[in-house]
Every structure is written in C-alpha cells, then in structure tokens.
C-alpha cells in the first residue's frame, strides 16, 4: 500500500483495498468469460451495459481494466485477453473504424500502449504508433490544436478543440520516445499549450471546447457540449484538465503545465459539495442536482499523479493528498458496487446531461478510473497513461 499519511475519519486501509482490488479483478474476469469478446457500451443504461463491438471512444477503459487486472493479479487469464483486444483494435485502425477522433489516445494507450509495455507485444506497439500517426494527422498547423471531432473540413467542427484531449496526449508523447521522431510530441506540446492558453480562463476553470481560426489562428469562441452553460466548469472537464496538465507536465518539464495543473485542481477542490463529490457541472450547487462520480475519481487520480511533482515540503501537496483521499473514502464506501455479476463498479456517474444520456449510471471511464485509483494505492506501478 502506498504510504500516504491518512488522517483519522478516513475509511481507506490496505486490507480495504486488497479486498477491493479481488473483487474488481473477480467481477471483471466473469464479465470477459461472457462477453466472448465484446466490449461494454460506453454507459449503462438501467444500470446494465448493452454490448458492443469495438466502436465507440470509450473500448480502451475495458482494455484498461484487464491490462490492470492482469498487473494487479499476474491472472494469465487477462493477459489472454488483452492479446484478443489488440487485435481488435489493431484491425479496428486498419480499417479506420469511427476514428475521426481526437479520441485515439483514450483509444490506444490504454489497450496497445499497455500491452506494448506490460507484455511486449510487437503488434500492439504498431498499432500503437499507427494511432499516433493517425492522430497527428488531425493537427492544425496554423491553430496550433488537434481537432476533436469530426472530418477537418466539416464546418461544424472546424477548429474545435476540447479539454478531454489533455488526455490523448500520453500517446504522443509515448511515440516520439519510442521512434526518436520528435514531431508527435512537438504536436502534443502545441496543443497542450493552447488548451492552457484558451480552454483555461482566467479563474482556472475550464471550458469545455473552443473553436480557433484555421485559417489565422485566432481564438474564436469558448462553447460548452457537455457541461451546463457555456461559462460554466463542467466537472470531467476540470478533472481532465487536472490529470492532462500533470501528464502533459511529466513529459515535458514545462512549468506552466504544473502550475496550470496546480491551478485548475485548486479550482475543482474549492467547488465541491460537502461530501466532496462533485455534481456534474462545478457552476451548480443545488443539493438535488446529479453527481458525477467519474469526474470525481479521474480527478482523484489527476492529484495523485501530480503530487509526485510537487515538493515534499510544499504544504499544498499534502493538502492535494488529503483532498484525494477524503474523496477516495466517500467513492469507496458510498459508490463502489462490489455485487457480482455483470453490473459495473463505480455507480452514479454522468456521461452527458444535455443529451439526458448516462445519467445516474455507470460509465466505462468511472469503472476504469476506479480500478487505476485502486492501483494507484496497491502502488504496483510508477507510470499511467
Ligand atoms: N471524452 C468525453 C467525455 O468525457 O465524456
């Protein structure tokens, strides 16, 4: 177990987290044993996931979760598994399945960076760098940004970046150390440098996306999708750009990437209820509004991950840790769904209000960010994303 300091009050140990992690790896090795190669649609929906094949944005966290399992419980039974996933997502890039996306790096470093890394799997590191080509060729030059969605001339989405792509990054940065080839991180850096310039306000909230000029790189407007109003902080945004800055920060050494990192969780620290868990939208505070869980947790994560930067003796580390582990207690005794079966794991997220989609359900990003924390705190690895 990690040796954080943990205060009095705080219903976190290492039993608690052994026992936890059993659970996950045994509820998740059932569900792999049925579901005979798909994959959990991106949310429940009446606290069941419909099945899929691997298509949509969110099929990494799934590999996510077995490549964990397989660390966290040397179970060859995952390892097995992970091998069939790469394979599909191998043959998902070569016929460029739903891949005009930012989306690549959530994608492709969860399930073939990791497989590269934790097994050596060859195929799994050419697929790997095959997204990492694929996503440098959605950056624009002029507006210095990786588009988020769509074809890049689609009018509608021309310019657009949005904060979730702090976290497509990791896979950028991953190829140019594995090629030597300097480009993708040049572009990771670029776009991690406007989302710091124009996602980030002033006040260290975020916006959701916003759109630049491709033809002039100027800014053009910030525009929410997914959060509550344009000029409000919707909460998975804030917590990607918590954990994106870190990362973005460990693989560049750019100080302002930390400091933007220490700004936007302060921010997210400073707008949470009692209980500590955020609703869904950091601008509303009505008692009765959803929570999102999986805000929480990623952004639990995105401390952790940053406090390994921060100075021992800087009283503001502690205090990220302490937060993250008020947090931690609250998701673990209030939000984690030990019940075995073929439910998910970390109830009460929200994936989008606006579409009334996801809400109050579970989501294959909580679920995997809940298994990273668990590990996160078991400690068998130094390095995510
Ligand atoms: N990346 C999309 C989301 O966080 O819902």
Redesign the pocket.
Known sequence: MHSYEMKPGLLINEGMVDKLITTVCSKLKYQLERFENHYPA?CSINGQYPLTVNTD?TTGFWSGMTSLAWKLSGDKFFSEQLVQQVESFRSRLEIRHELDTH?LG?LYSLSCVNAWRFMGNRAAREAALGAADLLTERYLPVAKIIQAWGDLSDPDQQGRM?I?CL?NLPLLYWASKETGNPVYATCARSHARQAMTYLMRSDYSTYHTFYMDVSTGAPVKGVTH?GYANDSSWA??QA?AIYGFALSYRETGDPEFLQAAINTARYFLCHLPEDRICYWDLSLTSPDTPKDS?AAVIAVCGLLELVNFISVVDLERNRFIQEALAITSELFNRYFDDQPGLGGYLKHSV??MNKGRGVDEY?T?GDYFLFELLSRLKQPLNRYW
């Open positions: 991106a944005w989306d959530f949005i979730d976290m997914q998975r945004g990607w999986s994936y989008n989501s990003w």
